[in-house]
T-cell receptor, first 120, second 111 residues
Framework: GAVVSQHPSWVICKSGTSVKIECRSL??????MFWYRQFPKQSLMLMAT?????????EQGVEKDKFLINHASLTLSTLTVTSAHPEDSSFYIC????????????????FGEGSRLTVL | KQEVTQIPAALSVPEGENLVLNCSFT??????LQWFRQDPGKGLTSLLL?????REQTSGRLNASLDKSSGRSTLYIAASQPGDSATYLC??????????FGKGTLLTVNP
């Protein structure tokens, strides 16, 4: 099956610093990737849609200047949490939509392993 | 706005039991519905995907059904095993590939 890799899998940082999380589709191209945030015992909430070669689309209530998204290639999207604060501590998960391939486009999304951010 | 509800929130069963997890959604205009498994502190593993035109999908001991008109889906797990213990998430896909997730059902299968 298609593989999506996230790095780092966990990170601890001091308040006020910036943290970058990478999301890579390892064996397929993805023109669209999605970033989710999951608080403990809560559902995954979509933060933004990352589009290759263009600006990301943010969901209502998500600060675009705080959560910078870059989708510079067909296999890589990055999420940078700027000036992180303890309330940004969460589990961040990306997913990727496979661009058309010979097996047919089922609309299935493939998820990364997640990145746990702890801000002290 | 789409809302997805999963019942029960937690379930504990002895090994070998058959069980059913429920998922309901408020807007029936969906493209597909996907069931995921999430282990503690881990990402999501896709279990089954049902297109809006389909009624069910099967994979091994798992069977998922979809009743789009009533906004319901069930995940049936046969002959449960301790290794099945995890959180099971239901998600529906709307426009632009956006997924709306339920809060999940925490399943514990006791040996």
């Amino acid at each position: 099956g298609a593989v999506v890799s996230q790095h780092p899998s966990w990170v601890i940082c001091k308040s006020g610093t910036s943290v970058k999380i990478e999301c890579r589709s390892l064996d397929f191209q993805a023109t669209t990737m999605f970033w989710y945030r999951q608080f403990p015992k809560q559902s995954l909430m979509l933060m933004a849609t990352s589009n290759e070669g263009s600006k990301a689309t943010y969901e209502q209530g998500v600060e675009k200047d705080k959560f910078l998204i870059n989708h510079a290639s067909l296999t890589l999207s990055t999420l940078t949490v700027t000036s992180a604060h303890p309330e940004d501590s969460s589990f961040y998960i990306c997913s990727a939509r496979r661009t058309r391939w010979a097996g047919g486009n089922t609309g299935e999304l493939f998820f990364g392993e997640g990145s746990r951010l702890t801000v002290l | 706005k789409q809302e997805v509800t999963q019942i029960p929130a937690a379930l504990s069963v002895p090994e070998g039991e058959n069980l059913v997890l429920n998922c309901s959604f408020t807007d029936s205009a969906i493209y597909n519905l996907q069931w995921f498994r999430q282990d503690p502190g881990k990402g999501l593993t896709s279990l089954l995907l049902i297109q809006s035109s389909q009624r069910e999908q099967t994979s091994g001991r798992l069977n998922a059904s979809l009743d789009k008109s009533s906004g319901r889906s069930t995940l049936y797990i046969a002959a449960s095993q301790p290794g099945d213990s995890a959180t099971y998430l239901c998600a529906v896909r709307g426009s632009n590939y956006k997924l709306t997730f339920g809060k999940g059902t925490l399943l514990t299968v006791n040996p």
